[in-house]
């Protein structure tokens, strides 16, 4: 029965993981960019099915290593659905807030260097006397996000070569 334990588990954590994906819900004319939500909504399916699968599994063909897997599967997707749900980029006035999963990290738009924008859409943000910040093409808003920047004076450079 210890299967049963892990099922319910895995159950609760995805549960959890969707609730407090609604942690970053903005409100105004504030600047960002984001994930498609279509993509959390996708993962977030998956875990569904997976959770449906182990229990179809555990209790027609009691086979416990194909229901460990579809568990697992469940955890690593429903992971993922809130990691991609809570990563933004806001603009507010002249600072850059960039809100990872697990942390929240202010730069000023002055301290920016400039911004490399590759040849496959993916962005590169070089801030003085700190790392640099890639920004991945997938992400909602990158051309105004471009276009704020250039207003606000922050050179950009396109890479032609090999990313």
């Known amino acids: 029965m210890k299967i049963i334990g892990l099922f319910f588990m895995t159950l609760v954590f995805g549960i959890?993981?969707?609730i407090t994906s609604k942690k970053y819900k903005l409100q105004?004319?504030?600047k960002e960019l984001c994930f498609p939500p279509v993509f959390s909504k996708i993962l977030y399916g998956c875990f569904i099915i997976?959770?449906?699968?182990?229990v179809v599994i555990i209790y027609l063909w009691q086979d416990t290593g194909i229901t460990i897997l579809?568990?697992?599967m469940g955890i690593i997707s429903a992971f993922t659905a809130w990691a991609i749900s809570k990563y933004k980029i806001i603009i507010e006035e002249q600072?850059?807030?960039v809100i990872y999963p697990m942390k929240k990290r202010k730069i000023s738009i002055t301290k920016i260097e400039y911004i490399e924008i590759s040849t496959s859409g993916s962005i590169k943000i070089i801030v003085q006397?700190?790392?640099?910040?890639?920004l991945d093409a997938m992400l909602i808003g990158t051309e105004s996000f471009i276009e704020y920047?250039?207003?606000n004076g922050v050179p950009i450079q396109e890479n032609k070569g090999n990313d």
């Open 95 to 97: 600072e850059l807030i």
């Open 149 to 151: 920047m250039k207003k």
């Open 129 to 134: 006397n700190e790392k640099k910040i890639n």
């Open 70 to 72: 579809f568990l697992v």
């Open 28 to 30: 105004g004319d504030l």
């Open 16 to 18: 959890i993981s969707m």
């Open 50 to 54: 997976s959770m449906i699968c182990s």
